[in-house]
């Protein structure tokens, strides 16, 4: 199929006519993306990429099985869930099986961020309390709930940004956090710092309605919370009087491997309140859900406000969410998750063992994280080296991106077909460029941060700093790697290390 503009036509209309906080991937030379298939997408000239970084096609761009249920519902019925339909209960029940028994309501919505919204609603109305315990650098959404409980937005704003009633922890990051792998009990350390937050919240007339974490923070660099952390939290929590909301929005449905949802990875005796999911949820399809208990169900419903999404749980989406999980059970994809992504997992602890910039190796199932380092015992963040490789990455058509507070971690997030052929193509292509950037740190580092030198298809190394710069001081974007337009470029003397 012809495409109706061309790429530069494409991009001038774009400017033309969508906001300019919008922004594309390699704004130096953004991606004109025209089809996709798997774990594959194409480009306008028929061009293949892998594809590192789409949780949202969660069983792969485009899967036959996951259009088919779309259009035969689409060519039937699709309207609100105010009339009844069978899709809709089918789905729900599904849906709950997969979770621990007591999470048995379900409330269809059409996004990660509107699953978050009314996630705090349950909880504070369940409660009657206000205040919110987040997570530092965790992200939950982009309307204006959410911007207000997620630190990965609001260090943007300054000092205004955070609101009285959000309290913020410490991420429980172990290789980067106050408490490291040497720590004798990290879980029970970061978990003390929630319980403190309560009891001085408590002491300033605060009432905790909610702990909010994303069971594995993505945003916040791919940091996989200790095991015993959400048992510890949610005890000073319910004490506190509030309730545990899971964020499964970017790791739901499979793609830890060991297990359905993130949240399980802390052992069975753990179940949060409340479960938001998302993305993956639809392949791509926008729908979401919030799971929660028949008792918080029921005080929401007591406060006699009714609750009514119009397209939350239609027909349609509700077939699409039907085929998700048909193909996920079929095709093995947990399974795959679990496969592939211990074997990538080893491949990159390979690199870590052979190159001096990769500090850390992390993640489970299809959810990694490599941290990259200037120096392996101070730890300082190789940010401008990470983008380096993204960059270089996306010139040979690969797509990968880097995430975290330093914007220095490779995040892997594919979709759930990938294979143990693309990870080692993938990791094979990163230990040419650590080869590369160690050969030209052995000539003379100082060559390789300059404007003139590195430079392929108009993305030198100054460049790329320049714009992960833009990231650390307050243009940070949503979810997978938002590079930015020149006029966002900063002096290289704010570089954060």
């Known amino acids: 199929m012809s495409e109706i503009y061309s790429k530069a036509e494409t ?51 485009s899967h036959p099985e996951v259009v088919k249920a779309a259009v035969k519902q689409m060519e039937l019925l699709n309207t609100n869930s105010r009339f009844l339909h069978d899709n809709l209960v089918q789905y729900a029940k599904r849906l709950t099986a997969t979770l621990p028994e007591k999470l ?15 996630a705090l609603r349950l909880a504070r109305q369940y409660s009657g309390h206000q205040d919110v315990i987040t997570l530092d650098h965790a992200y939950h959404g982009h309307v204006t709930s959410l911007i207000d409980i997620s630190p990965y937005k609001f260090h ?22 106050k408490y490291r792998e040497n720590h004798p009990d990290p879980a029970s350390a970061y978990a003390d710092d929630v319980k403190k937050i309560t009891i001085e919240a408590q002491k300033n007339g605060r009432k905790i309605a909610a702990f909010i974490a994303e069971s594995m923070q993505s945003c916040g660099g791919q940091v996989i919370p200790p095991a015993g952390y959400f048992q510890k939290v949610a005890e000073y929590v319910h004490k506190a009087g509030g309730v545990f909301i899971a964020d499964e929005v970017q790791v739901g449905f499979g ?5 359905f949802w993130g949240f399980q990875l802390q052992g069975e005796d753990f179940v949060p309140d409340i479960v938001t999911m998302g993305k993956p949820i639809g392949n791509g399809h926008p729908m979401s859900c919030v799971v929660t208990t028949r008792e918080i169900a029921e005080a929401f419903g007591a406060s006699g406000l009714e609750y009514f999404n119009t397209f939350g749980g239609n027909p349609v989406s509700c077939a699409i969410g039907l085929a998700v999980l048909d193909v996920i059970e079929k095709e093995d994809l947990q399974g795959n998750a679990r496969r592939v992504g211990n074997h990538l997992i080893e491949l990159l602890k390979e690199q870590q063992k052979k190159h001096p910039l990769v500090g850390d190796v992390r993640g489970v199932g299809l959810f990694v994280g490599v941290e ?32 975290g507070p330093h914007r220095n971690i490779l995040k892997f997030k594919p979709p759930m077909c990938f294979t143990m052929e693309d990870a080692k193509f993938v990791v094979d292509q990163i230990d040419t460029l650590l080869t590369g950037m160690h050969g030209s740190c052995t000539a003379g580092c100082s060559s390789l941060f300059t404007s003139t030198t590195i430079r392929n298809g108009g993305n030198s190394y100054a ?11 307050g243009n940070a974007c949503r979810q997978v790697n938002g590079f930015y337009t020149e006029s966002h470029g900063v002096p290289c003397k704010r570089i954060r290390t």
């Open 104 to 118: 048995s309501v379900c409330y269809f919505v059409n996004s990660g961020s509107e699953a978050n919204d009314l």
């Open 372 to 403: 990259l380092v200037k120096d392996q015992q101070t730890r300082t963040p190789a940010t401008a080296e990470a983008q380096h490789i993204i960059y270089k990455l996306k010139e040979q058509q690969t797509l990968l991106s880097a995430d």
């Open 11 to 61: 991009l001038e209309l774009r400017r033309k006519h969508i906001g300019p906080s919008c922004k594309v991937f390699f704004a130096k030379d953004p991606i004109k993306i025209v089809r996709a298939q798997g774990q594959y997408m194409f480009d306008e000239n028929g061009e293949k990429y892998l594809d590192c970084i789409n949780n949202v096609a969660h069983v792969g761009h």
């Open 156 to 177: 943007q704003l300054g000092k205004e940004g955070k609101k009285e009633f959000v309290h913020v922890a410490p991420s429980p990051d172990i290789y980067r956090g």
């Open 463 to 473: 460049e790329c700093v320049s714009e992960s710069i833009s990231h650390i001081n």
């Open 255 to 259: 793609r830890v491997g060991k297990n």
